[in-house]
Structures are given as C-alpha cells and as structure tokens.
C-alpha cells in the first residue's frame, strides 16, 4: 500500500490563487457546495479502487476519502442503500452531505463496538 511505502501523493487543479480565493470564499458563505460533485466514498482499502476510478475515468465525480476508515471499501453513493441503509437514508436528492456522513461515521462506530 502506498502509505506503507511512505509514498506522499498530491495534486493540484492547476487552478490560479485568485480562483481559489474565490472558492474559498464562496465555500466559507455557503454559496458553493461541493457536495453535489460527490460521486463515492472509501476508506483507505479502498483508495487503489478510487484511484484506478481516476486514472480511467469511470467516476461520476469527486471520491472522499475516511483515513479513519481503514477497511471500508469504495463505496459509491448509488450503491449505498444495499451496503448501508441507515447512511443512504441520510442521502438528499442523491447528494452526499452531513448528514449522511454523520451516519456513516456512526455505523463505522458501532460496528468497531
């Protein structure tokens, strides 16, 4: 596994710093959310699948990333309601948000007890 490895992986949109300023801004005031681009989820298991995903384009959008989730698996939000219902129950018109990731870390919780 690359972290094992000690292998430190980033990136950059190649976007300017004015147009993250603006970003910035406009995630700080609520006007943006970034949700609405989240197509999966993983732990860190699954972070070769969600870069693979990447690497080949097969995902519909942006793949978070639980390191405090270690076994979880990618997930995508489409997949969610038969691999866990109480998180996909959290889903809003398909869109992952707070909720949902609240019930996400709560199962990951319960199932650690």
């Known amino acids: 596994m690359l972290v094992g490895k000690g292998v430190y992986l980033f990136g950059t949109s190649g976007s300017g710093i004015p147009d993250m300023k603006a970003v910035l801004r406009k995630l700080e005031s609520g006007e943006l959310d970034t949700n609405i681009s989240v197509d999966a989820i993983t732990g860190m298991e699954g972070v070769p699948e969600a870069l693979a995903a990447v690497e080949a384009r097969t995902s519909g959008g942006k793949i978070v990333v639980y390191p405090s989730l270690h076994e979880l698996g990618m997930v995508r939000l489409a997949e969610m ?4 219902p109480r ?3 959290a889903i809003r018109d398909g869109r992952w948000n707070r909720e949902a ?3 996400l870390l709560a199962a990951a919780e319960d ?3």
Do not use: I, L, Y
């Open 87 to 89: 998180v996909a129950a």
């Open 101 to 103: 990731e609240r019930a």
């Open 81 to 84: 309601a038969t691999r866990f």
């Open 111 to 113: 199932a650690g007890r």
